[in-house]
C-alpha cells in the first residue's frame, strides 16, 4: 500500500505474497507513472488495485500472475439534491464527501437534478470544507450559480484516468469492474 500524491516507479519488480495478492495498491488521490516494472500477483487477485486512485500510466510494464490484470474502487458520493443543494451559495454539502480541490468529478443526476448542472457532464471541485463543495466549469473557474433542486438521487463521481503504452499483460482479464467509469487510451502523453 502507497498513500501519497504523485508516484514515479521505474524498472521496479513487484510481487504479490500469500495473503495480500495485491503487488502495488495505490490509495485515494493518487497519480502514478509506472515505466518498465514488472507487477507479479500470486496466482489469484489483481496485479494493480486503484484505490480510488487519480490518474495512471502504464508504460512498458509487464502484468501477470494474477486474474485480473487492474480493479479499482472509483471515488464517489450519493445525494439526494433537494436536500443537499444550497442554492444560496451555490454549494453541494455531502457530509464527509471524498473530493478534493480541483478534482474532476462526473456529475449524474440519477432521478434528482440540479438547476445548473447537466446530467453526465464533467466538472472541477472547489472544496470548501469535509461536507461542502462547489462544482466549476474550468480549474481556476468561478463556482456555478446552482437552482431549482429536485429529489431524487445524483451522485458525483471522480473521473479516474489510465494511459497504457506497450503493456504485456498476460493476466486472464485486463480490468475487474469495468462496469464502472473509467477512461482508457492505448497511448498518449500526460
Known sequence: MIEAD???????MLRGFAGTGVPLELRPKVSCRLRGCDLQGNGSGTALFLNGSGNLLLEG???????????????????????????????????????????????????????????????????????????????????IALSSATAGAASLRKALTVKLRDLRNSCPTLVANSDRPLSFTQDGSW
Not at 444560496?88 to 464527501?97: L, Q
Open 61 to 143: 510494464c509487464q502484468m501477470s500472475g494474477a486474474t485480473n490484470a487492474l480493479n479499482f474502487r472509483v471515488l464517489q458520493a450519493e445525494f439526494d439534491p433537494l436536500a443537499a443543494v444550497d442554492s444560496a451559495g451555490s454549494r453541494i454539502v455531502i457530509p464527509n464527501h471524498p473530493f478534493r480541490h480541483g478534482e474532476l468529478v462526473r456529475f449524474t443526476a440519477g432521478g434528482g437534478g440540479i438547476g445548473g448542472l447537466a446530467d453526465g457532464a464533467e466538472y472541477r471541485v472547489i472544496y470548501l470544507d469535509a461536507n461542502s463543495i462547489q462544482l466549476s466549469d474550468s480549474l481556476r473557474g468561478s463556482a
Open 6 to 12: 504523485e508516484i514515479l516507479l521505474t524498472d521496479t
